[in-house]
T-cell receptor, first 117, second 111 residues
Framework: DTAVSQTPKYLVTQMGNDKSIKCEQN?????MYWYKQDSKKFLKIMFS???????INETVPNRFSPKSPDKAHLNLHINSLELGDSAVYFC????????????????FGEGSWLTVV | SQQGEEDPQALSIQEGENATMNCSYK?????LQWYRQNSGRGLVHLIL?????REKHSGRLRVTLDTSKKSSSLLITASRAADTASYFC???????????FGAGTRLFVKA
């Protein structure tokens, strides 16, 4: 079974559209994350949730809205997509409180390739 | 920014050779992890070294940590084509800081 699964894997959409990426983890972890990896391969944290509560909210446009219906799911909704949103979005989870990188292993999904045209 | 910075950006070697990549960071850490990312995949945890450790081994991997220089190195011995991937370090800062990864080192192992 895949530990952290996210869908869709590939998404091509037009500017101005709204899209969602779903993520689920079956590891029983309390914390989930969204990371963005740009074309230069920098992997930057966007959000972290601990037990459905938002812990980290980096400087991300408010067009990005995460939603955690339960601690095993963290979805990412993006409104009014722009060309610069094209990137790979990774969902991840770990067993910590989400505020600090405690050294617990972060488990990543396989990524969602978003292309905005 | 607080990400670890990997060096070199890219490294190309022949199969069987050793590969060394370095990571520098800015402030005090509790630990430091290394991750690997195969092309088109997510990151996979490789090894963790704690701040009170100087060296750690796992199979063909050897990690060193020098807290006085705020640097770590990852050595892959007897490299294989399957080791071709990007490698990222992730410092665990004592300040309770969120994890930010750098751009990684892209390793190419030629068969």
């Amino acid at each position: 079974d895949t530990a952290v699964s996210q869908t869709p894997k590939y998404l091509v959409t037009q500017m101005g559209n709204d899209k969602s990426i779903k993520c689920e983890q079956n590891l029983g972890h309390d914390t989930m994350y969204w990371y963005k990896q740009d074309s230069k391969k920098f992997l930057k944290i966007m959000f972290s949730y601990n037990n459905k509560e938002l812990i980290i909210n980096e400087t991300v446009p408010n067009r990005f809205s995460p939603k955690s219906p339960d601690k095993a799911h963290l979805n990412l909704h993006i409104n009014s997509l722009e060309l610069g949103d094209s990137a790979v979005y990774f969902c991840a989870s770990s067993q910590d409180d989400g505020t600090a990188f405690s050294g617990n292993t972060i488990y990543f999904g396989e990524g969602s390739w978003l292309t905005v045209v | 920014s607080q990400q670890g910075e990997e060096d070199p950006q890219a490294l190309s070697i022949q199969e069987g050779e050793n590969a060394t990549m370095n990571c520098s960071y800015k402030t005090s850490i509790n630990n430091l992890q290394w991750y690997r990312q195969n092309s088109g995949r997510g990151l996979v945890h490789l090894i963790l070294i704690r701040s009170n450790e100087r060296e750690k081994h796992s199979g063909r991997l050897r990690v060193t940590l020098d807290t006085s220089k705020k640097s770590s190195s990852l050595l892959i011995t007897a490299s294989r084509a399957a080791d071709t991937a990007s490698y990222f370090c992730a410092p665990g800062y004592t300040g309770g800081f969120k994890t930010i990864f750098g751009a990684g080192t892209r390793l190419f192992v030629k068969a």
